[in-house]
């Protein structure tokens, strides 16, 4: 059974820095690509960012820059580094690998 279980969001200000993860089982990260979606309240689910089973990575332009996807391949966890963190990037953050499978979702806020 595949599970994804991301984990370290929470309360921040802004211009302030959360690192997120995402621990896999019942797949491995290194075989699939891995991606990271969020969604803000009254909005669609939109894409941040994602690294390819190569290790390529696409980031949306609202994250450029702030925003860092690394991978454990060890661990079979992808991480978000997000910094300078702006109101705007208060949302649920799902993992998510391949579009198949995703996880519950992590709470971040921004907020002074």
């Known amino acids: 059974q595949v599970q994804l279980v991301e984990s370290g969001g929470g309360l921040v200000q802004p211009g302030g820095s959360l690192r997120l993860s995402c621990a896999a089982s019942?797949?491995?990260?290194?075989?699939?690509?891995v991606g990271w979606y969020r969604q803000a309240p009254g909005k669609q689910r939109e894409f941040v960012v994602l690294?390819?089973?190569?290790?390529?990575?696409n980031y949306a332009d609202s994250v450029k820059g702030r925003f860092t996807i690394s991978r454990d391949n060890a661990k079979n966890t992808v991480y978000l580094q997000m910094n300078n963190l702006k109101p705007e990037d208060t949302a649920v953050y799902y993992c998510?690998?391949?579009?198949?499978?995703w996880g519950q979702g992590t709470q971040v806020t921004v907020s002074s």
């Open positions: 690294v390819t089973r190569g290790g390529s990575t």
């Open positions: 019942g797949l491995s990260f290194s075989t699939y690509g």
């Open positions: 998510t690998s391949g579009g198949i499978f």
